[in-house]
């Protein structure tokens, strides 16, 4: 019956020391929890507070970078997603998703050259992500028109 006891309390001290070397987490999740509301402010908020107690933490860059993206906060995002994406410890499918992410901070921008970029780089992590190929074929696609008209306003003023 000791045994029983002294393994229940050997458990809830270890839980209690993982959650205290995790405390950017319970921030991560109430800033889920009103980015799910639409509350992306707020939730910019939880996940800065998260950055603050664990600068490296992957998952509240990721989710700061969505949230700044939401409320429109583009430059912001671009910033986070940036870092996000940097993080080479993370899995490829994790990298391809922020720098899929951070493509469209960029494009918002009509940064569409770094949009193209980092549309090419989320593709050379996840060739299988339709909707990064169909970013990037718009993209590429806009940039060639773009090109096509200062051509021609060349060809025009040369007359």
Do not use: H
């Not at 992306?40 to 969505?66: D, M």
């Amino acid at each position: 019956m000791y045994k029983l006891i002294y393994t229940a309390v050997f458990l809830l001290a270890a839980l209690g020391a993982s959650a205290q070397n995790m405390p950017e987490r319970s921030e991560v999740r109430r800033g889920n929890r009103q980015y799910n509301k639409g509350n992306y402010e707020k939730s910019i908020e939880r996940y800065e507070r998260a950055l603050e107690a664990a600068p490296e933490s992957f998952e509240a860059t990721y989710n700061l970078g969505n949230a700044l993206y939401k409320a429109e906060r583009f430059d912001k995002a671009e910033q986070t997603m940036r870092k996000a994406a940097a993080d080479s410890l993370r899995a490829d499918g994790e990298r391809a998703e922020a720098f899929y992410n951070l493509g469209n901070a960029q494009f918002k921008q009509q940064k569409y050259k770094e949009a193209l970029e980092s549309y090419k780089q989320s593709l050379r992590l996840n060739p299988a992500d339709q909707q990064a190929k169909y970013n990037y074929a718009y993209t590429k696609r806009l940039l060639d028109q773009q090109k096509n008209n200062q051509d021609q306003n060349q060809d025009q003023n040369k007359d």
